[in-house]
């Protein structure tokens, strides 16, 4: 199983049960937006709040989009209207994580 360190701040700041769920980015901004859903972040809040990768968040966003569990206007983003489907995608994605380990990109290319 592939493990993906995580800064010291993220480990000083974060509680047992964050770092539990840690998985994969998509399942990490999906948390966010489910703690606050009746919020819409930047990119760059998502970034600050999660400490997935700046470059990173748009195309997750992008990618979630395209399946309906979020949607933005302007330069802000939020949970998307589906919550069954939002529900059951992350419960699947953690699963899958669980079982398999998180993605690691370097193994994209």
């Known amino acids: 199983m592939v493990r993906v360190p995580i800064d010291i701040e993220v480990f000083d700041k974060s509680s047992d ?22 919020k819409a972040f930047t990119p760059g809040e998502i970034a600050e709040e999660t400490s997935v990768a700046r470059n990173s968040v748009g ?6 989009e395209d399946r309906n569990l979020v949607r ?12 069954d489907t939002l529900a059951s995608t992350l419960a ?17 290319k």
């Open 17 to 38: 049960e964050d770092l539990r769920r840690r998985g994969t980015n998509a399942e990490i901004i999906l948390s966010l937006l489910m703690e606050h859903p009746e």
């Open 59 to 64: 195309p997750v966003l992008a990618r979630l």
């Open 72 to 83: 933005h206007k302007g330069k802000y983003w939020a949970l998307g209207n589906d919550l």
């Open 92 to 108: 699947t994605s953690e699963a899958m994580t669980e079982r398999f380990g998180p993605e690691n990109p370097e193994e994209w």
